[in-house]
């Protein structure tokens, strides 16, 4: 290999990956989730890998957009920008329509260039750093911890997907009151060590998850909780659980939809809020702040515009006394990786970062990324310091290729269709 960090080819892998029967305020997760796997491939024979989300309104952005960086340097991540402002978005795809999951609000065309860009820019770093013999945290300014801890993200869960549908084996179990959360919750302790728990809500009636959150303190006293209803509930509801269980959280996520009714909430109670809804752009950050309506940011890179956004957005919280911690989505190893890496680079990230791997048994990875005591150690190795596995790639996306269509763009709801016939997503505030 040589250090010609022209880019000479662009690979993009659509694969479906298995998915547990996860709950949220907008349905259940599908048997299998969409996923992009981009790799930059330079002259000098060097590979680097991203991750973003699978769906066809990114594969058909991400399409055109590969096909504009043969020749350019793979350093050049400034221009990574200037090359999807110059890719159109078609408006049919995103006029009124939601992100994936439903749980980030009205999709723009800028927002989804910005989660394609932000598995291009992972890509090209992970090659950069391999062709430089450095890691990705190096090239972000050097790591300033060495070990990211995570936290346990429990869900509300049936026990397996319906009878007939094509899914997975997976060895969770059902979890859809109380004691099933805190036996989840004791699993993810068994298996991967974590000591702090956020718990997704917005599923049941409001009293419902108060007793969960109070089953959880019972059983793990003095370990961090949260609770993330995605917007499920109103300002007097908000208030209510607020009430009921502020004092054993530490913090509650968009309990309530935009930034006004975040700030009424903040305003009336003492409880810290976090959001991954009402901030998601550089843009949205003024009117959140002034009103004080955050106090905690849950960045995630792929709604940010990758690794160098996170860092720009943890250094405007940090400016502005706002705490800041990552948000996960359905994600594989890579994507574990490349949060990893720009995690140990923030200094201001108090607060344990979320993640969905635990949830996925299968990745692209030739050895799965693991946690120790709730953490991941952020490695040294070149580029990411992780190895994919062609043939696992190659099965995951022949998945993808034989799918009807029915899976290729991720839709809670529908799937809930499959066991509640009529379930639309419900209006919001749903109580």
Not at 45 to 66: N, R
Not at 79 to 95: I, K, N, Q
Not at 109 to 116: E, H, I, Q, T, Y
Request: proline share 6%.
């Amino acid at each position: 290999m040589s250090r010609d960090l022209t880019i000479a080819e662009v690979r993009l892998t659509p694969i479906l990956v298995a998915d547990p029967p996860l709950l949220n305020t907008q349905g259940v997760h599908q048997p299998y989730t969409p996923r992009l796997i981009i790799e930059v491939v330079t002259a000098g024979g060097v590979s680097g890998f991203g991750e973003t989300y699978g769906d066809a309104k990114y594969l058909e952005l991400a399409e055109p957009f590969a096909e504009r960086l043969a020749g350019r340097q793979v350093n050049d991540l400034n221009g990574l920008f200037t090359v999807a402002d110059a890719v159109a978005v078609d408006a049919a795809r995103v006029e009124n329509a939601v992100d994936v999951g439903g749980l980030r609000g009205v999709q723009t065309a800028d927002k989804l260039r910005l989660s394609v860009v932000s598995g291009f820019e992972v890509a090209c770093l992970d090659a950069l750093g391999k062709a430089l013999e450095l890691p990705v945290h190096t090239l972000l300014g050097g790591k300033v911890r060495d070990a990211v801890e995570y936290s346990a993200y429990l869900f509300y869960k049936y026990a397996a997907h319906p009878a007939g549908v094509p899914s997975e084996p997976e060895d969770w179990g059902e979890a859809v009151d109380p004691a099933g959360i805190v036996a989840q919750a004791r699993k993810f302790t068994e298996r991967h060590g974590f000591t702090s728990f956020k718990l997704k809500g917005g599923v049941f009636p409001p009293d419902e998850e108060i007793a969960a959150i109070r089953a959880l303190a019972e059983a793990f006293p003095g370990h961090p909780l949260r609770l993330d209803p995605n917007g499920a509930w109103s300002v007097p509801t908000s208030l209510k659980v607020a009430e009921e269980v502020g004092g054993i959280l530490e913090y509650l996520e968009d309990p309530t939809l935009g930034t006004p009714g975040m700030a009424e909430v903040a305003g009336a109670t003492g409880v810290p809020l976090a959001t991954n809804m009402c901030v998601t752009t550089f843009a949205e950050i003024k009117e959140a702040f002034t009103r004080d309506a955050v106090q905690v940011v849950l960045s995630d890179h792929h709604y940010w515009g990758g690794l160098r956004n996170t860092q720009q957005l943890a250094a405007i919280c940090r400016t502005f006394g706002v705490g800041v911690s990552m948000h996960s989505n359905t994600h594989l190893g890579i994507s574990l990786a490349a949060m990893t890496h720009v995690a140990a680079t923030v200094p201001n990230l108090h607060h344990a970062c979320d993640s969905h791997y635990p949830w996925q048994s299968e990745d692209v990875l030739t050895e799965r990324i693991t946690f120790d005591g709730g953490k991941v150690t952020v490695t040294d190795t070149p580029g990411l310091g992780i190895e994919v596995d062609r043939d696992r790639l190659a099965l995951l996306h022949r998945r993808w290729r034989d799918d009807d269509g029915t899976m290729r763009d991720r839709d809670d709801a529908a799937a809930m269709r499959v066991t509640q016939p009529g379930w639309t997503s419900p209006a919001m505030p749903r109580w």
